[in-house]
Structure formats: C-alpha cells, structure tokens
C-alpha cells in the first residue's frame, strides 16, 4: 500500500511538472533582441589579348537588431502546436563605412515541438523591407521571404526561445559587362542579410 502510494505521488508531481512546462496555447504578445549579418559582396574582372585580373571583395558586419511580434498559438497537445505570428524589426545595416537604418514588417507560422520544458521550432515567414537603407538602393527588392528556426524554452505562459532568421533573396544585386577597345570589364555587386540570430521572450495569454 506504502509503496503504490508513493508511486502514484510521484507519477502525479511528474504529470504535474510536465503540465506546467508545456506548451501554452491562446494569443501571445514578445520582445526579441539580437544581431543581423549583413553582407556586402562585390567583384570584378578586367581581360584583353595581353591576359585576365580579377578580385573581390565580401564584408559581413554584424548589427544591432530589435523587435516585436503578436499572434497566436494553436496547442494542438502538450507537446505540438502550430504558431503565426506578425512581427517588426528595426536596425542598422552598415555597407561601404556607411550605416543606414532598415525596418522589415511581416509575419509567418512555425511547428513547435515541445520536449518537457524545452523545444525547438521551424517554420518559415515573409518581411516587407523599408527605411533608409533600402531608399538608398537602385533596383532594390524589399520582398523577403526567410526560414525561422531555433530552441524554445516554456515556462508556465512564459516563453523564451533563441532563434535566426535565414532570409533566402538579396535587397539588390546588380550585374555589369562592358566592352572598351578590345577590354571586357564585368563586375558584380549584392547587399544581403545572410542571417538575423535574436534571443526573444513570449507572454501567452
């Protein structure tokens, strides 16, 4: 008897533990802070009879971002559930010793998969680029579409997670090819986020 009691004692704090550390479902409002790799690639070629040169260069600055994101999540059970969300992120993007200010604007949806008090997520999302860094470009191209991926860390209707954002488009790539008395020169150039790495804290309501 002694011993059936405290089996189902600690079989009850288990499921108790596992209750409380599980993910939460119903609207959510966070905060995220972080870092974006920016990278700023450009390169050329000079070739005629006499022979071919050709160089490069690829600067990746890594820069303050912050933001904020509401939505909702659908629990489906304690441990899978299905998030969408809408968010903004503002920051600098500093290309050519030069620092602009860029704001993206959008939203997406994850799969979380919960493991007692932790998890991971992956999911996929669009940003609307805007402000001064993307004024600044000639052909720019503000449409984003990127991959969210990361950990998760629940606790009660506190959520924490540590994720990066993986965008798959540049904001502007320009191509050039020129012919000058018997000279081809060609060059290249791209501005890009390669990746947006942030430590966020969700309230679910």
Known sequence: MKKKAITSTVLGLALACSAANAQEGGAFVGLFGGVGLNTTHSAASVSNNAGSSSGFSTETVFN??????????????????????????????????????????????????????????????????????????????????????????NISKLQLELGAKIPFFKYAEQNMTLNAGGTNISGTFYVRTTAQIYFGANVVF
């Open 64 to 153: 303050l971002i912050y933001g904020a994101k509401l939505g909702y999540i659908l629990a489906m059970n304690q441990n899978n559930a299905f998030r969408i969300y809408g968010d903004f992120t503002a920051g600098d993007f500093r290309s050519n010793d030069r620092s602009y200010y860029l704001m993206t604007a959008g939203g997406g949806i994850d799969y979380l998969l919960s493991f007692s008090k932790f998890g991971i997520f992956l999911g996929a999302g669009y940003g609307y680029a805007f402000g001064q860094f993307i004024n600044a470009l000639e052909d720019a191209r503000p449409h984003q579409v990127y991959a969210n991926v990361g950990f998760a860390w």
